[in-house]
């Protein structure tokens, strides 16, 4: 069974610019989530996709957003970068979304905007 | 709004002695509870999860027993490794959060030999 899978692992960046992060979910899950955590910090949770739908948002602006496609993979779209978008891109999924669900971690991209 | 908090580190012990880390939270309704560990450029792992009052999770030799009276889900071990050395993050999903988690600051754990 493959895991949740993340690219690119790296990524380095200049203010103003956009960026697009990827992510492929656990064989079978229909949910995937995404979290920022900074440096030191623990994740701070961006927003859900189930069925390819947005199912929940944490407090990020409108410049972040995702998509979800029919295989329920993911993408995580950020545009006009600044310097505290610095940090490291979680995708999480699971294979229902309820509270008592395991949530699967991928490796995560890390994002460095200069 | 829901909301975990985790004690102070980071933590420093020799191998084989007992650790434990606090975490208190805060939500509505009857929450899960998890604990995560983060290993140095990895992602996060599942250590164990209590989804309902009074449960105990386990794994690894650790354990952590959801107490809904102190609102607590505090991480144990009875002897730690060195392999241990680790960040450790307790979150939960539900109250509010529909099912998102939402994570305390971490605790950083270092074992020495």
């Known amino acids: 069974e493959t895991g949740v899978t993340q690219s690119p692992t790296h990524l380095i960046k200049t203010r103003g610019q956009q960026v697009t992060l990827r992510c492929s979910s656990q064989s079978g899950h229909n949910t995937v989530s995404w979290y920022q955590q900074a440096l030191g910090q623990g994740p701070q949770f961006i927003f859900q996709?189930?069925?390819?739908?947005?199912?929940g948002r944490g407090n990020f602006p409108p410049r972040f957003s995702g998509l979800q496609f029919p295989n329920y993979s993911s993408e995580l779209n950020v545009n006009a970068l600044e310097l505290d978008d610095s940090a490291l891109y979680l995708c999480?999924?699971?294979?229902?979304?309820?509270?008592?669900?395991?949530?699967?971690f991928g490796p995560g991209t890390r994002l460095l905007v200069l | 709004g829901d909301s975990v908090t985790q004690m102070e580190g980071p933590v420093t012990l020799s191998e084989e002695a007992f650790l434990t880390i606090n975490c208190t939270y805060t939500?509505?309704?009857?929450?899960?509870l998890f604990w995560y560990v983060q290993y140095p450029g990895e992602g996060l792992q599942l250590l164990l999860k209590?989804?309902?009052?009074?449960d105990k999770g386990s794994n690894k030799g650790f354990e952590a027993t959801y107490r809904k009276e102190t609102t607590s889900f505090h991480l144990e071990k009875g002897s730690v490794q060195v392999s241990d050395s680790a960040v450790y993050f307790c979150?939960?999903?539900?109250?509010?959060?529909?099912?998102?988690?939402?994570f305390g600051q971490g605790t950083i754990l270092t074992v020495h030999p």
């Open positions: 939500a509505t309704g009857y929450p899960s």
């Open positions: 209590a989804t309902k009052a009074d």
């Open positions: 996709y189930y069925r390819e739908e947005e199912n």
């Open positions: 979150a939960l999903s539900g109250g509010t959060s529909y099912g998102k988690l939402t």
């Open positions: 999480a999924s699971s294979l229902v979304r309820t509270s008592e669900e395991t949530q699967y």
